[in-house]
């Protein structure tokens, strides 16, 4: 009698130990806590350090600094002397080799980034040894200021002088394009891009038209004070 009682309880019993490390398991996985995915931190907003305000300056080979290396173009110059001021600027390079105000017309908008603050626009020598029609080289930087207009987006316009063989009519008409559409604009306005450079040797390249790193130097000093004035009139101060 007592035996199938005895063999009935032994196996109850092993039943349960069977079960019982599962159960465990299944009670520790609900009992784990749930994990969250790591997030990277993100610095507050007052905590981030300013975004530089950035200057673009659109041009020819003036600009972009034809057989300079980078650091002595134009931008590379402005930039530096600018933050050695303390002024939290950075300046980008949109010179082409070469451009006329046409090609300048085309790229306008996709080379002018939207955060830019200030371009500086310098284009038009190569309408002018190119013996192009001023009213077309008018016609595209009028287009030019006007789209930055649009933009909200302020300007230095820099001039350019018209070479000895140009002919004194077309001279006469090429160079009074930038103090009028500068009047007509309102923005500030640079006469010469190469004053205190063109005509010195010593400051050209041996191609007598473009500026070497020292004349470089002596154009970015020259514009200097009135990049600072306009650049104190949109509230960009040193820092």
């Not at 299944?26 to 007052?46: C, K, N, Y």
């Not at 402005?78 to 300046?91: D, F, G, M, P």
């Not at 830019?116 to 001023?134: F, K, Q, S």
Request: glycine content about 10%; some cysteine; aromatic content about 8%.
């Amino acid at each position: 009698m007592l035996r199938p009682f005895i063999c009935a309880f032994i196996g109850l019993f092993l039943g349960s130990i069977a079960v019982f490390p599962a159960s465990a398991q299944q009670a520790g996985q609900i009992d784990e806590p749930a994990r969250e995915d790591s997030e990277t931190p993100v610095l507050d907003d007052d905590l981030a350090p300013p975004r530089p305000f950035q200057i673009v300056g659109f041009g020819d080979s003036l600009m972009a600094g034809y057989r300079l290396p980078v650091d002595k173009s134009f931008t590379a110059v402005l930039e530096a002397a600018l933050q050695a001021k303390n002024y939290n600027i950075s300046v980008i390079n949109a010179g082409v080799s070469g451009d006329t105000t046409t090609g300048g017309r085309e790229r306008i908008d996709w080379s002018v980034p939207d955060q830019t603050g200030l371009v500086i626009l310098e284009l038009g020598a190569n309408d002018m040894l190119r013996g192009i029609d001023p009213k077309v080289t008018e016609d595209n930087l009028d287009f030019m200021l006007s789209r930055l207009k649009d933009r909200k987006i302020p300007v230095i316009l820099v001039g350019m002088k018209s070479a000895p063989n140009y002919g004194k009519d077309k001279a006469g008409q090429f160079e009074a394009i930038y103090p009028r559409l500068a009047d007509k604009y309102h923005t500030a306005f640079y006469p010469f891009f190469l004053e205190g450079v063109a005509g010195h040797q010593d400051l050209q390249l041996d191609d007598g038209k473009h500026p070497n790193d020292k004349g470089v130097t002596v154009i970015v000093e020259k514009m200097l004070p009135m990049i600072e004035k306009t650049l104190n009139g949109l509230g960009v101060n040193h820092q």
